[in-house]
């Protein structure tokens, strides 16, 4: 099992930034992704970005809205992965959750994540 916990939600105004982290433990080893999905109240959960990593080598994704703004890194010493969030608009208000996956290989599909985390909660005002 791998447990994935998230931090560095918060409240912040329009043009300001965040920084998401969300710290892996447990079987970690496994894995072989790890993505940000966010869920707008009324809405679907919809992906963010991903980075994935295979062969030494490292792929990140993002979602259209997310290119230029937003920037996913790893830290492996830690078992961590970063979304710096930067420009943020208040459309980019909603709970942010963590996810974590073994063999995925279409990261913008959720059934294709095999751990979750509980969520944070990233509000941006206008």
């Known amino acids: 099992q791998v447990q994935l916990v998230e931090s560095g939600g918060g409240m912040v105004q329009a043009g300001g930034s965040l920084r998401l982290s969300c710290a892996a433990s447990?079987?970690?080893?496994?894995?072989?992704?790890t993505g940000w999905f966010r869920q707008a109240p009324g809405k679907e959960r919809e992906f963010v970005a991903a980075?994935?990593?295979?062969?030494?080598?490292?792929?990140?994704y993002y979602e259209n809205s997310a290119k230029g703004r937003f920037t996913i890194s790893r830290d492996n010493g830690k078992n961590t992965v970063y979304l710096q969030m930067n420009s943020l608009k208040p459309e980019d208000t909603a709970v942010y959750y963590c996810?974590?996956?073994?063999?995925?290989?279409?990261?913008?599909?959720?059934?294709?994540?095999?751990?979750w985390g509980q969520g944070t909660q990233v509000t941006v005002t206008s």
């Open positions: 996810a974590a996956g073994i063999g995925v290989t279409a990261v913008t599909t959720i059934g294709q994540w095999n751990y």
């Open positions: 447990g079987r970690s080893f496994s894995l072989s992704a």
């Open positions: 980075i994935r990593w295979t062969g030494g080598v490292t792929f990140t």
